[in-house]
């Protein structure tokens, strides 16, 4: 029978924090459920050791991320805690891992290495190659010696031993008065060869707010990527007169307007068919027919937010936008920053995501005969 002991009872005073660091969060979940949750479908019990101040915290974090363990009172120091850990544990318990709790990056082969070792030699420790070179120095700063680097290892936990052999090397330290600094120091006071197994070096321990940092730099890192999609648009409508001219939801002076069943705004008609395309859903006629009575002069500023909504749907969302408008007339470079500002606010977009550029075809083509006005647009989409 396989059990865990989580130590969750350190005050985090480097942390600076004013609260147990293992209660901190950690890209959004507090350290404590990160370590427990990485332990809990390979061990047949969990004991996590607790302040006693903090038990209460403790246990709600558990029954919320429905997390079954036995909460215990830490020691004066880490050694009493582990003690207490060991005291707690079931019946039964033949093979027991120590692990730090603020140690919340811990993967599942680090801590079956450990446990293969264990049932393998009794013992088995992670522990990862030192990288620096280390000096011995006196109390003074002198140099007084450089150990062989290829010879040293940085301890990590978890720690894993058979019970019967760490619960007799701690009442072994207790009647001896010894402090380890580890659970394998005092194992190693028995004369018992002591395993090392294969560490991970993002198996690290929160100790300073940069160690937060480090470790949600982590952890973005092993996100998974968002599908980045990308869509293109056109659209065309002819100038008449007696209708309005709106572009990207913005009403330009002009003698003519577009003509269409909706509002016929030819800018953001290309930009959703852009929206559309990037996620493989059709176009605009698809799911706006101009045979369809309640889209008469509708506003393409509420489509536009229909095709976010739509996109949402699919877990995806625009995350820039660039819209070219071809017009020989009017001009439109007093109305492109409202322009922008309408699509920006519409798509949730801060404004620098958002370009909307007019140009001219120097009078050649139906835009340059004033005919009609074209629209060309471009889209970035994120979809996770």
């Not at 420790?125 to 010696?145: F, L, R």
């Not at 450089?146 to 019967?164: K, N, Y």
């Not at 197994?197 to 982590?218: C, F, Q, V, W, Y």
């Not at 509708?298 to 820039?320: D, F, N, Q, Y």
Request: include cysteine.
């Amino acid at each position: 029978m396989w059990c865990a002991i989580i130590l969750a009872g350190g005050s985090g005073s480097r942390m600076g924090a004013g609260m147990n660091k293992v209660l901190l969060p950690v890209g959004g979940v507090p350290a404590i459920i990160r370590s427990v949750r990485a332990f809990a479908s390979l061990m047949d019990g969990l004991v996590v050791v607790s302040r006693a101040e903090d038990e209460a915290a403790i246990r709600g974090m558990l029954d919320a991320a429905g997390l079954p363990a036995t909460v215990v009172h830490g020691g004066d120091t880490r050694q009493a805690s582990v003690w207490n850990g060991l005291c707690a544990l079931p019946e039964g318990c033949g093979r027991v891992l120590i692990h730090d709790g603020a140690r919340c990056l811990v993967d599942e082969d680090t801590i079956r290495r450990a446990m293969a070792s264990v049932e393998a030699y009794g013992t088995g420790v992670a522990a990862v190659p030192v990288v620096d070179t280390i000096k011995q120095a006196d109390a003074e700063g002198i140099v007084m010696g450089t150990p062989d680097r290829a010879a040293l290892r940085a301890m990590q936990t978890p720690q894993g031993f058979d019970a019967a052999l760490i619960r007799r090397a701690h009442e072994a330290a207790q009647r001896d008065g010894c402090i380890g600094t580890d659970d394998a120091a005092l194992v190693e006071r028995l004369g018992v060869p002591v395993r090392l197994t294969e560490g991970s070096r993002r198996n690290l321990k929160l100790t300073t707010p940069e160690d937060i940092a480090m470790a949600e730099a982590l952890l973005n890192e092993t996100a998974p990527l968002p599908c980045l999609r990308v869509g293109q648009g056109y659209d065309v409508h002819r100038l008449v007169e007696g209708r309005p001219l709106i572009l990207c939801g913005v009403t330009v002076p002009h003698k003519m307007g577009l003509l269409g069943h909706s509002d016929a705004d030819v800018a953001l008609h290309a930009l959703m068919d852009a929206m559309l395309g990037a996620m493989a859903l059709g176009d605009i006629g698809r799911h706006f027919p101009d045979t369809d009575e309640r889209y008469r002069g509708i506003s393409s500023m509420l489509l536009l937010k229909h095709v976010a909504g739509l996109l949402g749907e699919h877990h995806a969302r625009v995350t820039s936008a660039d819209v070219t408008i071809v017009a020989q007339r009017p001009k439109l470079l007093p109305y492109i920053p409202q322009m922008r500002q309408h699509v920006a606010d519409a798509l949730g977009l801060p404004l620098d995501r958002v370009n909307v550029k007019a140009t001219t075809t120097e009078r050649l083509g139906f835009e340059g005969r004033e005919e009609g006005i074209s629209a060309q647009a471009v889209c970035v989409v994120e979809q996770r």
